[in-house]
T-cell receptor, first 116, second 110 residues
Framework: GAGVSQSPSNKVTEKGKDVELRCDPI?????LYWYRQSLGQGLEFLIY????????KSGLPSDRFSAERTGGSVSTLTIQRTQQEDSAVYLC??????????????FGDGTRLSIL | SQQGEEDPQALSIQEGENATMNCSYK?????LQWYRQNSGRGLVHLIL?????REKHSGRLRVTLDTSKKSSSLLITASRAADTASYFC??????????FGTGTRLQVFP
């Protein structure tokens, strides 16, 4: 079946512009996660959604970052007034339910964001 | 914050050799997972081990967990060039989130 889909796969934009990154999770998965991965580094948790519960935003690095999940499916991560340090790969993952390390997460191939 | 720390950071071996990667973590956990990431791709789940398990196998993969030492190891036996990737451990710190380590970059030469 279809996996997690992210778009665009690459995004180059100028400093100060806003960007929107999209994630289509696996159908039926109620939990959706966003991570950031800088070059050669591990994954940094940003935010996760579980069903209709309030999202856990504890990993968002600043108020320039926001995310929403419409209809319990597609999610959009928005970065306002982008800075060069925002350059990274943004990965989305989904799982059947939220459950820490008790649930395997299924990842998209990410959006590579470059801020000029 | 980074919960898991993998060791070594990089590992180069010949095809057919075994590869061992280690992961240490700081707090108590419910479960621990290992993932693989090929260059330019997302992460792929490999194996999950629960805190009350000591060892788990999946094909050529063997994972051990020592909760007293807060450490886990991933062994890949009879490695292949296709195993070349970065490998990450991930724990949950008893939350609903996964906390990933910094990863081990494995290079398998044919």
């Amino acid at each position: 079946g279809a996996g997690v889909s992210q778009s665009p796969s690459n995004k180059v934009t100028e400093k100060g512009k806003d960007v929107e990154l999209r994630c289509d999770p696996i159908s039926g998965h109620t939990a959706l996660y966003w991570y950031r991965q800088s070059l050669g580094q591990g994954l940094e948790f940003l935010i996760y959604f579980q069903g209709n519960s309030a999202p856990d935003k504890s990993g968002l690095p600043s108020d320039r970052f926001s995310a929403e999940r419409t209809g319990g499916s597609v999610s959009t991560l928005t970065i306002q007034r982008t800075q060069q340090e925002d350059s990274a790969v943004y990965l989305c993952a989904s799982s059947l339910v939220a459950g820490g390390a008790s649930q395997p997460q299924h990842f998209g191939d990410g959006t590579r964001l470059s801020i000029l | 914050s980074q919960q898991g720390e993998e060791d070594p950071q990089a590992l180069s071996i010949q095809e057919g050799e075994n590869a061992t990667m280690n992961c240490s973590y700081k707090t108590s956990i419910n479960n621990l997972q290992w993932y693989r990431q090929n260059s330019g791709r997302g992460l792929v789940h490999l194996i999950l081990i629960r805190s009350n398990e000591r060892e788990k196998h999946s094909g050529r993969l063997r994972v051990t967990l020592d909760t007293s030492k807060k450490s886990s190891s991933l062994l890949i036996t009879a490695s292949r060039a296709a195993d070349t990737a970065s490998y990450f451990c991930a724990t949950d710190e008893n939350t609903d989130k996964l906390i990933f380590g910094t990863g081990t970059r494995l290079q398998v030469f044919p």
